[in-house]
């Protein structure tokens, strides 16, 4: 840069001197200058601008006529054309430092696009391979469930179906798609089904979306099963899609009648038992008031027996009649011994 520098100006330098030095020729070495600039470094004009004030001072001194055309020159004159170079150098040296902080603010503007466009390329790449992954894991979802996965869009016509669907209601996926999701379900539940998709379309209510409900499906043979189906919203830009998880519930309700059965089953059986414990406590109310009046109708006859066989016991010392006593006592004995039975069996009956 300095040594084109240089060689501009003597450039400048030698066709001054080519012209006779006239006064027109001199603003070649403002063009000069001009040129440059276009490097934005200011250091190199004044590397020029020391060349001019040297090349003039000394030619000025040496060989006037070269440089201003005449024979004879003050030294001001050498001063005073430095100074109109300066004078531009002034305008050139704010030009370029302008120049440069433009550029920088261009080039931190351009680069920090440049970062921004990589980040957001980076988080695009990053975002989009999550995508890719969540909706692979979808469709491992979607394609392995055991349940069967009914998408319909607002029209209730079918978009797609997992095979545990095709599985359930007998028809192959290029069957189904396109077909309005209403052929998979009898009366009354189709007409209720296209009445809820009208009523939502007309004021946007969910009345089925999110909860759980139980209805009739029908397979392409004809034959229907009890199911149970949840509904599930997807909003796809200006698309609403809905998703229905559809479960048979065949076993489950066969269960829930044979448990039904068995309710009614335990209710009778209860009812019995219930009968049969009144009867007992019946039974057993009269077995205690038996068991009462026969201690009272056995009991006073066997006191009385051993109570009087007691006081003949006695009359029959004071009398003399001991050969008596022997039989008396017995009488006694066989009577406490009837009465021990008689509480032992009432003992036990208790």
Known sequence: RHLIAVCQILTSALLIHLTGGRIETHFHIFGSLAFLAFYR?????????????????LRGFLWPESVYGTLSAPIWRSFEHAGWVLFEDVFLIWSCRQSIREMRSIAQQQATLESAN???????KQRTQELRDSEARMRGIFETAADSIITINEQGKIESLNPAAEVLFGYSRDEAVGRNVHEFMPEPFASEHDGYLRHYRETGERRVIGVGREAVGMRKDGSQFPLELAVSEVQLGHRRLFTGIVRDITERKATEEQLEDQARVLATSNKQLKRLKEEAEQASLAKS????NMSH???????AIIGYSEMLD???????????LPDL?????????LLNLINDILDLSK
Not at 41 to 57: F, I, K, P, S
Not at 329 to 337: D, L
């Open 297 to 303: 109708e056995l009991r006073t006859p066997l006191n």
């Open 329 to 337: 006592r017995r009488i006694q004995t066989a009577g406490r011994h």
């Open 289 to 292: 008031q038996f068991l009462a």
């Open 118 to 124: 990589q980040l957001i390329e980076s988080r695009v």
């Open 41 to 57: 470094d200011w250091r190199v004009l004044v590397t020029a601008t020391l060349v001019v004030l040297v090349d003039h001072l």
């Open 314 to 324: 006695e009359e029959c010392l004071d009398a003399g009649h001991e050969e008596l």
